[in-house]
């Protein structure tokens, strides 16, 4: 289905995955923003547990720190936004996905060699939060984004923890864009304001309670557009 997105506002602006431990060794780390022209795409994970709906991993067993099954639904419709083939998801979380698998193939089909369904280009570059090493946090940000890199070839890149969004804004504006990020979402305002668009108007101060939206921020000479995009994958979505 096609979205229409919403009005930019304006303000004046200044395949599997790696961490850490894996990634080529870097003693300059990723170099200044030159403020060239970027587009950083932003969503939360996908649903996580909650009290009677538990996080299963991807084998299927219990765990808090995974999606829910209505997460890994989304999970594996999350291609349909970005992907120009029907090829999706690949095996991670098949186990825990269960009858959603069947029911993403359909929509994946009728969207087969199109554009994303929302009009969103299509990421050149993932990111999620680690969950692996010191200071690993959840598995939830990796799981959401697997099925869309498989889908893509793009590796995810889970060399960033919670609490270093200043070095993974530095380099997702390095990287090549577009670029999507998936994290927690109380810790999305400071991926934003260290991307510098903090002060666009209509960008909240706060993620909403939601897990269906897409935060779109598109930098061309100079100047930062914010859009909120909302996903309409799920049949619970707004």
Known sequence: MGLALATPVVAAGCGG??????????????????????????????????????GFDETGKQDKKSL??????RSH??????????????????????????????????????????????????????????????????????????ALHVRVNTEFAEGEEKELAAAALAAASPVLIC?????????????????VAGVPEEWPDRFDLVWVFTRRAGTWTFQSVPQHLLPSDA
């Not at 894996?22 to 780390?29: F, H, I, Q, V």
């Not at 994290?183 to 002060?199: D, F, N, R, T, Y």
């Open 17 to 54: 995955s790696t961490n850490k431990q894996s990634a080529s060794a870097s003693t300059a780390g990723p170099p200044p923003d030159s403020g060239r022209d970027a587009t950083i795409m932003i969503i939360r994970h996908g649903e996580k547990p909650s009290s009677g709906d538990p």
């Open 68 to 73: 829910t099954r209505q997460g890994w639904e």
């Open 77 to 150: 419709a999350l291609p349909r936004l970005f992907a120009r083939t029907a090829n999706t998801a690949g095996s991670a979380g098949s186990a825990a996905a269960g009858s959603a698998s069947s029911a993403d193939s359909a929509g994946s089909a009728r969207s087969a060699s199109t554009a994303g369904s929302a009009g969103l280009p299509r990421p050149s570059a993932l990111y999620a939060a680690a969950d692996q090493g010191p200071h690993a946090g959840a598995h939830r940000m990796r799981q959401t984004v697997t099925p869309l890199g498989a």
């Open 183 to 199: 994290w927690e979402h109380s810790k999305i305002p400071s991926i934003v304001e260290a991307l510098g668009a903090a002060q």
